[in-house]
């Protein structure tokens, strides 16, 4: 196998291009050589960090797009400690409710609909949740 055959991945968008490529091809960042995984925590770590705003409603969706279950805790998590953002919490049921498959959703959007502090929040997960159970 050789080095252009073995992918890397953004650690700000999460593409998947060659690990010859210095540049991601989606958003133009320089490669860091990182695997999956480590990109996704990259961007989990922004989300919870430095990122604000849009930006991050913009990161929920990139990680959401990836249809990963195993990101879904880090993004309830994330979701209940943002408890006062309704956009980001809603953004991340979206992201629950159209992506991730299977007892990971379920059990991430049975968590929000029991435990965040908003009312729409809670109302939107269990709405999605009556599409599942
Ligand atoms: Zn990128």
């Not at 210095?22 to 919870?48: D, F, N, V």
């Not at 979701?79 to 059990?107: F, K, Y």
């Amino acid at each position: 196998m050789t080095a252009s055959s073995v992918a890397q991945y953004c650690g700000y968008c999460l593409a998947r291009f060659k690990a010859n490529e210095s540049r991601c091809p989606e958003c133009h960042a320089i490669a860091g050589g990182l695997g999956y995984r480590q990109a996704q925590q990259a961007l989990l770590g922004a989300l919870t960090g430095r990122a604000i705003g849009e930006r991050r409603v913009h990161l929920i969706r990139l990680i959401g797009n990836r249809a990963d279950a195993g990101a879904a805790p880090a993004l309830v998590e994330f979701a209940l400690d943002c408890g006062s953002d309704q956009v980001e919490a809603l953004a991340v049921v979206e992201c629950l409710d159209r992506i991730l498959v299977g007892p990971a959703r379920l059990d991430a959007l049975r968590r929000l609909n029991q435990q965040h502090p908003d009312d729409v929040v809670r109302l939107t997960a269990a709405q999605a949740l009556t599409r599942y159970v």
